[in-house]
Structure formats: structure tokens, C-alpha cells
């Protein structure tokens, strides 16, 4: 990195810098910015997914049964936390996976050829019909795409596209009660492709990875909540100890480290464990009580 030249004003910070020297900083910076964001670990099993989940099947015990899609399933890790906690619940699922890289969906094929509550898809999700380019980083790697970066270790092939309205329209309507998308950096328009969907208010949570493969195709937090808010449906990330409701855009939001948002439905978010989050005077998040949200 280049040589530190301290900006005035800052004397406490900027001796700490030199101390530690400009790396050390910048890293020790951004593990405590992370870590006061909440952003650690991306694991299922620690980041709040595996709670949502639990959450979900909870917030609809009358879900006969309760109906998930899992878009960009790879491994089926996702859909095997939802299927542990169904049956911990003692609750009947269906589960659709969209996964269009073959070897990934022969291997969900395989995986789940004997489980009736479950059907793999070997198709894209996305904003429109069709085909596209995509992205191949590895057989069964996290990083395969429809957001092309052109990293030298890749390679494209073709893959057919549908939107998740058509697929809804398709294969029987009704309740889909929780969504997750993890499409590398597509997320956006896997949304816009299931928006027909939360006009109806025919999707009870969606859930949907974030991170710096938005910047490739120009998506943004900003524009994931004014999609949301079309429909009246709330944003919030996805937290270890719930979710944390947004009551308005900052830019914070758009800092494009990893993390998991959802977009939950107006009669689902009081049956979550969720806190609101406001902003205050530089960018701080600050939590709002139920009260002062309902009296904005």
C-alpha cells in the first residue's frame, strides 16, 4: 500500500494507523466494522438462516404443507436445514431447487431421487424467459453464475431461464411461504422475476444473498427496497438473533460485504423475532420500538 499521510484531525486515529501500520489498521478496521454490522461468518448455521428457517415453519403451522424454493441450491445444504427442521416440527414440506449447472443438478438429482418432498429444477431463475450466458467456476462451485465477471478460471455455457412468476403460474399457484435466493450477484433479478408474486402477496419471506457481485450488474440494496416497499413488504437483514427490520434506505446499506437480507410480508413480520432499525445523525443504526415505527 501506499505510504500513510495522516488527514488532520484525526490524532488519535491517526497515531493508531502508524502504530500498527496502514495494513494492520485497515484490517482491524474493517473486522470491527463488520463485526459492529453484524456481518461475520457466512454460515448457514451461525448467520441467522438456520433461525429464519426454524422461524418460518413456525409462522405457518397451518401450511399443508409448507411450500419453499430454494434458487441457486448447489449442494442442497439450504434445503437440508429446512428439511431437519420440518421434521423437527413434525411438518409436511415441498421443495422446489433451481439449479442449472449439470453437474450440480445431476448431483441433486441423486441426492434427493427418493425424497417426494423435494424436486430439482434444472433451470435459472431470473427477471425474464429464455436463455443466457452463464458462468461455470467449478463443478459445484458457490461462485457459478448468470453475472459473468470474466474471471480467467471460468467458463460459459447456456442455460435456459424462466421468471419465478411463470414458474408459480406453471406448477399449481398457491402460498409459496419461503424463498431463498443465492445467485451470485443475480439476486435482483431473480426478485424482479418474482415481483408478479408480491403484488398478489402470494409469498409469505424471501430471502436473498448480498454482496460485491451486485456492483457487476448494477444492482443495489436502494433498488431491492423500493421493490419491496411497491408491495408493501418490509426489508431487513438476516441476523443471528432475528431479523433487523430497516424503516428507510441509507447507505449504509450499500457497503456490498456478504451478508443475507429478507423481504417479509406485512402479516408475517409480527410472527418473526425481528427489532426495527431507524438511522440517526451520521449514518448510525439506532432501534426503533414497534410504537414509534407505527407512529411514523
Not at 466494522?33 to 438456520?50: D, S, V
Not at 451470485?184 to 433479478?189: I, K, P, Q, V, Y
Request: hydrophobic residues 40%.
Amino acid at each position: 500500500m501506499s505510504v500513510f499521510r495522516p488527514a488532520s484531525g484525526h490524532g488519535l486515529t491517526d497515531g493508531l494507523v502508524r502504530l500498527l501500520g496502514r495494513r494492520r489498521a485497515w484490517r482491524l478496521g474493517r473486522k470491527l466494522y463488520t463485526a459492529a454490522r453484524g456481518e461475520g461468518q457466512n454460515t448457514i448455521q451461525t448467520n441467522g438462516e438456520k433461525t429464519l428457517i426454524e422461524q418460518a415453519i413456525a409462522a405457518f403451522p397451518e401450511a399443508a404443507p409448507f411450500r419453499a424454493w430454494d434458487v441457486g441450491a448447489n449442494l442442497g445444504e439450504w434445503t437440508d436445514t429446512l428439511l431437519a427442521a420440518a421434521a423437527n416440527q413434525g411438518l409436511a414440506v415441498r421443495i422446489n431447487l433451481f439449479e442449472p449447472t449439470p453437474t450440480a443438478f445431476t448431483s441433486l438429482s441423486d441426492k434427493y431421487g427418493d425424497n417426494a418432498e423435494v424436486t430439482v429444477e434444472q433451470i435459472a431463475l431470473s427477471s425474464k424467459a429464455g436463455s443466457a450466458e452463464f458462468e461455470v467456476m467449478g463443478s459445484h462451485a458457490g461462485t457459478n453464475s448468470l453475472n459473468l465477471t470474466g474471471a480467467p478460471a471460468g467458463k460459459t455455457i447456456k442455460v435456459a431461464l424462466t421468471t419465478g412468476a411463470d414458474f408459480h403460474a406453471t406448477h399449481g399457484g398457491g402460498e409459496v411461504h419461503l424463498i431463498k435466493v443465492d445467485t451470485e450477484g443475480h439476486d435482483l433479478e431473480v426478485l424482479r422475476g418474482i415481483e408478479p408474486l408480491l403484488a398478489q402477496r402470494a409469498v409469505g419471506i424471501v430471502q436473498f444473498e448480498y454482496n460485491w457481485r451486485w456492483l457487476v450488474n448494477g444492482s443495489s440494496m436502494r433498488a431491492a427496497m423500493l421493490l419491496a416497499e411497491r408491495h408493501g413488504y418490509r426489508l431487513g437483514r438476516v441476523a443471528p438473533d432475528g431479523l433487523e427490520i430497516y424503516n428507510s434506505w441509507n447507505a449504509e446499506l450499500d457497503r456490498f460485504f456478504e451478508t443475507n437480507f429478507a423481504l417479509v410480508r406485512p402479516d408475517v413480520r409480527p410472527r418473526l423475532r425481528h427489532s426495527v432499525i431507524g438511522w440517526c445523525e451520521g449514518n448510525l443504526p439506532i432501534e426503533r420500538t414497534e410504537t414509534q415505527e407505527n407512529a411514523q
